[in-house]
């Protein structure tokens, strides 16, 4: 029973609110105006939690159970992102949220990348919990790391449940933090932010 309300709570649009709301409150700056905030979490947070009541509506994903609301929240997902890039781009964004939005991005495809064509299974669970912390850590300091109980706590559920191995846990966490790395060079280079 813990195991699941964990594993519920520590969603990535659940974790990707908390992440972009702790950021805002400490530092507001880092995004320009709170409309970036609002936007942020309409696309990181409002749109991929549609997957869920939507699931059973949409005839492609209503008979497909587990695996078809994890197909359609990953279709959500990509959708905010990629909305969340074009808002970016008009808007004259910030840094940290060309940072921010990039992350997810790039994490998204890499968890498809490793999922649906490679066939190797990569936790985007983990992904969600690693990509918030590496943001944190980066843009508010050591205090991010507050977030490791919550990753801790999210890989024992995973494992007892039998959702992941280590070893899928792991590369999504891996997958969050290159995609993170790479944000921050495209947004030093100026390549789109100038």
């Known amino acids: 029973m813990y195991n699941k309300i964990i594993r519920v709570i520590t969603i990535v649009p659940i974790m990707a609110f908390a992440m972009l709301t702790i950021m805002y409150c400490l530092r507001p700056v880092l995004f320009g105006s709170i409309m970036q905030y609002v936007f942020a979490v309409l696309f990181l947070t409002v749109l991929p939690m549609l997957a869920y009541p939507l699931q059973p509506v949409i005839p492609k994903y209503k008979n497909a159970g587990r695996e078809g609301q994890r197909n359609l929240a990953i279709v959500m997902a990509v959708i905010g992102y990629v909305l969340g890039i074009v808002v970016a781009i008009c808007t004259d964004a910030t840094k940290a949220v060309w940072i921010i939005?990039?992350?997810y991005l790039f994490s998204g495809m890499g968890i498809v990348i490793f999922n649906k064509l490679i066939k190797?299974?990569?936790s985007g669970h983990a992904c969600g919990i690693a990509g918030p912390i590496t943001i944190l850590v980066y843009f508010i300091g050591p205090s991010g790391f507050w977030g490791l109980p919550v990753f801790i706590l999210s890989l024992f559920?995973?494992?007892?449940?039998?959702?992941?191995?280590?070893?899928?846990?792991?590369?999504?966490?891996g997958i969050a933090v290159l995609a993170f790395f790479i944000s921050v060079l495209l947004a030093d280079a100026r390549i789109l932010t100038a």
């Open 157 to 173: 559920s995973s494992l007892a449940m039998k959702r992941h191995t280590i070893v899928q846990f792991l590369l999504g966490s």
């Open 120 to 122: 190797f299974r990569a």
């Open 101 to 103: 939005y990039l992350t």
